[in-house]
C-alpha cells in the first residue's frame, strides 16, 4: 500500500479523463502523474531522500494535490503547513518535524524566504518544480505501508508542536473505505473549498483519485465564490467545515444556483440542526455529517442511515442525519464512562468516544510519551470527545471535555447552546463558552455574529434561550462580535475566546 498507486492506476485506467480542473487550468490523469513524477524527480536531484521531510506552503491548486503524490514518490514524508499559521509557528513545525525542504507557489515566496533558516538543509526551496517538473526515467522510491506517509501539526491546547503521523496504510485504507462508504465514482467532481492542508479535504485527494473522479480547486473560500464553483463546475460531492456551510446557506440567493450535488458532507466540528435543514432546502441533495480527527485519517462516523432507518418517514429520517453518525467502516468505537466501561446505549449517558482501527494513527512524531498518554491500555485512542450513544450505534457528542461548562454544580454542553442560538433569525454564528465566575464557578458566555442588517439585543437572545433550555444552560452574558476566532481549517476557535 502507497498512495502514489492511486494515481499511477488512475493514469493507468483514464489517462485522457480530465483530473485536476482550476480556472482555465486542466490536466488529465497522464498528464497529472507525468508532472508527479517529475516533481519526485526534482526532489531526488535536490539531495532529498527516502524518510525525509518534505514541507509545503501551499493554496488549494493543483500543485498541492502534485505535492501529495510527487512527494510520496520521492520515498519522502510531506508535512502540509496550514498557511494561516504565525511565521514563527511555522517555523517551529519546520524544525520539529526536521524538515529538509519546502514547496511553495508564488503566493508564499515572501513567506518561503523567511523560513529557510528553519530547514534542515537550509536555504533549499523548490519554486516552479511542482508546476513544470519532467523526468521520464525517474524511478519512485515507494515508501512501505507502515511507514510515514505524511505528517500534520495539530494545533492542540498547549503550544506545543503535536505533529500526527499517518502512514500509507492508514492513508490508503481510509480511501478506500470512503469509496465504499460514499459511493465514490469516476463520475463523481470533488470540489476542494476546505482547506487541503487539512484533513476535512486532504482525504479526498487520494479518494477521489482512487476511482479516477475529477478534482476542482477553489484557493480562496468566499460563501459566494464557492456557491458559483459547485453550480458552475457541476460539483457531486465535497465535505465542507460547518463554519463554511453556515456562511454559504446564508448567502443571499444560494438556492438559486443550478446544482448537481449528489451529496453534502460536513465535518470538523458540530452542526446546528437548523443549518443541516437550510442545506437539504440550498442544494436539494443528500446530506451526511461527518466526524473524525487528524489522528483517524480523518473519519471516525458518518450520519448514513440504515437500511431501518431509511423506512423512517422523512421527518423522522432528519434526527439521525443530524447525529455525528455510526461508525466508519474498519473502526471498532466505544463510548466509556471514566472508569473505561461503556456507557448504555440510551442516547442519554455520556461517556468519551474511543476508537481503534487500521486507520487510526501509530502516534505522534519524536513524542513517544504524549502518544502513550492518547491511548488507552487497550489500543484505543483517546478522542477527549463526549458523547451519547443510541441503540442503533449512532452517536452523537455534546462537548468536547475541555469545553464542557461546569456552572453551578451542573454540566453545561456547549453545543446544545448553540443549537437553539442558531435557531434564531438574527444569529448568523455563535460560540458557546465558559469563564471563571466566583459565585458560579463557570458562567455560560455566548458570542454572536449577527447577520447583515439584523438586529438583537443580548436580553432578546438570552430569553430566546431560556423560552427553549433550562435556564442554568442558558448565556449569562452575550459578546457581540464582527466575527470568530478560527483556527487554520476554518473552525471556531473557544480558546481565543476565553482567553478574551
Same mark, same amino acid.
Given at each position: 500500500?502507497?498512495?502514489?498507486?492511486?494515481?499511477?492506476?488512475?493514469?493507468?485506467?483514464?489517462?485522457?479523463?480530465?483530473?485536476?480542473?482550476?480556472?482555465?487550468?486542466?490536466?488529465?490523469?497522464?498528464?497529472?502523474?507525468?508532472?508527479?513524477?517529475?516533481?519526485?524527480?526534482?526532489?531526488?536531484?535536490?539531495?532529498?531522500?527516502?524518510?525525509?521531510?518534505?514541507?509545503?506552503?501551499?493554496?488549494?491548486?493543483?500543485?498541492?494535490?502534485?505535492?501529495?503524490?510527487?512527494?510520496?514518490?520521492? &520515498?519522502?514524508?510531506?508535512?502540509?503547513?496550514?498557511?494561516?499559521?504565525?511565521?514563527?509557528?511555522?517555523?517551529?513545525?519546520?524544525?520539529?518535524?526536521?524538515?529538509?525542504?519546502?514547496?511553495?507557489?508564488?503566493?508564499?515566496?515572501?513567506?518561503?524566504?523567511?523560513?529557510?533558516?528553519?530547514?534542515?538543509?537550509?536555504?533549499?526551496?523548490?519554486?516552479?518544480?511542482?508546476?513544470?517538473?519532467?523526468?521520464?526515467?525517474?524511478?519512485?522510491?515507494?515508501?512501505?505501508?507502515?511507514?510515514?506517509?505524511?505528517?500534520?501539526?495539530?494545533?492542540?491546547?498547549?503550544?506545543?508542536?503535536? &505533529?500526527?503521523?499517518?502512514?500509507?496504510?492508514?492513508?490508503?485504507?481510509?480511501?478506500?473505505?470512503?469509496?465504499?462508504?460514499?459511493?465514490?465514482?469516476?463520475?463523481?467532481?470533488?470540489?476542494?473549498?476546505?482547506?487541503?492542508?487539512?484533513?476535512?479535504?486532504?482525504?479526498?485527494?487520494?479518494?477521489?483519485?482512487?476511482?479516477?473522479?475529477?478534482?476542482?480547486?477553489?484557493?480562496?473560500?468566499?460563501?459566494?465564490?464557492?456557491?458559483?464553483?459547485?453550480?458552475?463546475?457541476?460539483?457531486?460531492?465535497?465535505?465542507?467545515?460547518?463554519?463554511?456551510?453556515?456562511?454559504?446557506?446564508?448567502?443571499?440567493?444560494?438556492?438559486?444556483?443550478?446544482?448537481?450535488?449528489?451529496?453534502?458532507?460536513?465535518?470538523?466540528?458540530?452542526?446546528?440542526?437548523?443549518?443541516?435543514?437550510?442545506?437539504?432546502?440550498?442544494?436539494?441533495?443528500?446530506?451526511?455529517?461527518?466526524?473524525?480527527?487528524?489522528?483517524?485519517?480523518?473519519?471516525?462516523?458518518?450520519?448514513?442511515?440504515?437500511?431501518?432507518?431509511?423506512?423512517?418517514?422523512?421527518?423522522?429520517?432528519?434526527?439521525?442525519?443530524?447525529?455525528? &453518525?455510526?461508525?466508519?467502516?474498519?473502526?471498532?468505537?466505544?463510548?466509556?464512562?471514566?472508569?473505561?466501561?461503556?456507557?448504555?446505549?440510551?442516547?442519554?449517558?455520556?461517556?468519551?468516544?474511543?476508537?481503534?482501527?487500521?486507520?487510526?494513527?501509530?502516534?505522534?512524531?519524536?513524542?513517544?510519551?504524549?502518544?502513550?498518554?492518547?491511548?488507552?491500555?487497550?489500543?484505543?485512542?483517546?478522542?477527549?470527545?463526549?458523547?451519547?450513544?443510541?441503540?442503533?450505534?449512532?452517536?452523537?457528542?455534546?462537548?468536547?471535555?475541555?469545553?464542557?461548562?461546569?456552572?453551578?454544580?451542573?454540566?453545561?454542553?456547549?453545543?446544545?447552546?448553540?443549537?437553539?442560538?442558531?435557531?434564531?433569525?438574527?444569529?448568523?454564528?455563535?460560540?458557546?463558552?465558559?469563564?471563571?465566575?466566583?459565585?458560579?464557578?463557570?458562567?455560560?458566555?455566548?458570542?454572536?455574529?449577527?447577520?447583515?442588517?439584523?438586529?438583537?439585543?443580548?436580553?432578546?437572545?438570552?430569553?430566546?434561550?431560556?423560552?427553549?433550555?433550562?435556564?442554568?444552560?442558558?448565556?449569562?452574558?452575550?459578546?457581540?462580535?464582527?466575527?470568530?476566532?478560527?483556527?487554520?481549517? &476554518?473552525?471556531?476557535?473557544?480558546?481565543?475566546?476565553?482567553?478574551?
Amino acid at each position: 500500500m502507497n498512495v502514489f498507486a492511486f494515481l499511477v492506476d488512475a493514469a493507468a485506467r483514464h489517462p485522457a479523463r480530465d483530473a485536476l480542473r482550476q480556472d482555465a487550468r486542466i490536466l488529465d490523469y497522464a498528464e497529472a502523474l507525468r508532472r508527479s513524477r517529475g516533481l519526485a524527480a526534482a526532489l531526488q536531484a535536490r539531495g532529498v531522500r527516502p524518510g525525509d521531510r518534505v514541507a509545503c506552503l501551499l493554496r488549494n491548486d493543483i500543485d498541492h494535490y502534485l505535492a501529495y503524490f510527487g512527494v510520496a514518490a520521492a &520515498g519522502a514524508i510531506l508535512v502540509s503547513l496550514n498557511t494561516r499559521l504565525s511565521p514563527g509557528e511555522q517555523a517551529t513545525i519546520l524544525r520539529h518535524s526536521g524538515s529538509a525542504m519546502l514547496l511553495h507557489d508564488a503566493t508564499h515566496a515572501e513567506r518561503a524566504a523567511e523560513l529557510a533558516p528553519a530547514l534542515r538543509g537550509g536555504a533549499s526551496l523548490v519554486d516552479g518544480a511542482i508546476a513544470n517538473g519532467d523526468e521520464p526515467s525517474f524511478s519512485p522510491s515507494l515508501a512501505n505501508a507502515d511507514e510515514p506517509a505524511q505528517l500534520y501539526y495539530t494545533s492542540g491546547t498547549t503550544g506545543a508542536p503535536k &505533529g500526527v503521523v499517518l502512514t500509507h496504510r492508514n492513508v490508503c485504507t481510509h480511501a478506500l473505505a470512503a469509496v465504499r462508504e460514499l459511493s465514490l465514482s469516476a463520475a463523481d467532481r470533488w470540489a476542494h473549498i476546505a482547506p487541503m492542508f487539512h484533513l476535512a479535504d486532504a482525504w479526498a485527494t487520494f479518494a477521489i483519485t482512487a476511482v479516477g473522479g475529477t478534482h476542482v480547486f477553489l484557493p480562496h473560500f468566499t460563501a459566494r465564490s464557492a456557491l458559483d464553483l459547485l453550480a458552475d463546475e457541476r460539483i457531486t460531492v465535497t465535505n465542507l467545515v460547518p463554519t463554511m456551510l453556515n456562511l454559504m446557506v446564508k448567502e443571499p440567493g444560494a438556492a438559486d444556483r443550478p446544482y448537481t450535488m449528489r451529496v453534502m458532507l460536513s465535518g470538523g466540528a458540530p452542526i446546528a440542526p437548523d443549518v443541516v435543514r437550510a442545506i437539504l432546502d440550498t442544494f436539494r441533495c443528500d446530506y451526511v455529517q461527518t466526524y473524525g480527527m487528524t489522528e483517524t485519517s480523518p473519519y471516525l462516523t458518518l450520519s448514513l442511515l440504515t437500511p431501518a432507518l431509511q423506512r423512517l418517514p422523512r421527518d423522522e429520517q432528519m434526527r439521525w442525519k443530524c447525529k455525528t &453518525g455510526r461508525p466508519f467502516a474498519g473502526v471498532e468505537l466505544r463510548v466509556v464512562d471514566e472508569a473505561g466501561r461503556p456507557v448504555a446505549r440510551d442516547d442519554r449517558a455520556i461517556g468519551e468516544i474511543r476508537v481503534r482501527g487500521a486507520t487510526v494513527t501509530p502516534g505522534y512524531w519524536n513524542d513517544p510519551e504524549t502518544t502513550a498518554i492518547a491511548f488507552d491500555g487497550e489500543g484505543f485512542l483517546r478522542t477527549g470527545d463526549l458523547a451519547t450513544i443510541d441503540p442503533y450505534g449512532y452517536v452523537n457528542i455534546v462537548d468536547r471535555s475541555k469545553d464542557v461548562i461546569k456552572t453551578g454544580g451542573e454540566a453545561v454542553y456547549s453545543v446544545e447552546v448553540e443549537n437553539v442560538l442558531y435557531a434564531h433569525a438574527a444569529v448568523l454564528e455563535c460560540a458557546v463558552f465558559g469563564v471563571p465566575d466566583p459565585v458560579w464557578g463557570e458562567r455560560v458566555v455566548a458570542a454572536i455574529v449577527l447577520r447583515d442588517g439584523a438586529a438583537a439585543t443580548a436580553d432578546e437572545l438570552i430569553a430566546f434561550c431560556r423560552d427553549r433550555i433550562a435556564h442554568y444552560k442558558s448565556p449569562k452574558e452575550v459578546r457581540f462580535l464582527q466575527s470568530l476566532p478560527r483556527t487554520g481549517s &476554518g473552525k471556531i476557535t473557544k480558546k481565543v475566546l476565553r482567553e478574551g
